[in-house]
């Protein structure tokens, strides 16, 4: 079962994506701007993953979110 920082993280991701994709439609803020607002968001998110999941969990959140 997965831990309570897996789904913490997992949503904190779709926050992310959500919310730049609200700016982008809403705000009328360029693609390309909100679309490297998400690539840093999401490295910055990534690099605090290892502190806070074992790498199962990363490995299965990598796979939730590929698809």
Known sequence: MPS?????????YLLL?????????RA???PV?????LHVAS???ACILPFWLPPAEIVGMAALFAG
Do not use: D, N, Q, Y
């Not at 309570?4 to 904190?12: C, D, E, I, V």
């Not at 994506?17 to 439609?25: D, I, M, S, V, Y």
């Not at 701007?33 to 607002?37: A, E, G, L, M």
């Open 28 to 30: 009328g803020i360029s």
């Open 4 to 12: 309570l920082a897996f789904w913490t993280l997992s949503g904190l």
């Open 17 to 25: 994506f959500g919310g730049t994709e609200a700016l982008k439609r």
């Open 33 to 37: 701007i909100t679309r490297k607002v």
């Open 43 to 45: 490295a910055m998110v």
